[in-house]
């Protein structure tokens, strides 16, 4: 009987990158479309100038604070 070799089907992670980078603009227009028809652009400008003076500070503000904390755990159990 002769055994089977399992095929494996990976992706890089450049290709990876690469489709990711080109789906961008089609899901972006799915997504942002609808909802410029069903509300209107003023809408969408208010949400997209609120998102960038308040959530992506904070959220970036909150990664570096993550990360530190994940620092300073890692240096008080460190033995060397």
Avoid: C, Q
Avoid at 33 to 51: M, N, Q, R, S
């Amino acid at each position: 009987m002769e055994e089977k070799v399992p095929m494996e089907y990976t992706l890089g992670f450049g290709r990876v990158n690469l489709i990711a980078f080109i789906l961008i603009i089609p899901i972006t227009a799915i997504l942002l479309l609808p909802f410029v028809w069903i509300w209107d652009y003023e809408t969408f400008k208010i949400g997209k100038d609120a998102f960038s003076d308040y959530f992506l500070p904070i959220f970036v503000g909150g990664i570096i604070v993550h990360e530190l904390l994940h620092g300073l755990t890692w240096g008080s159990f460190d033995t060397e």
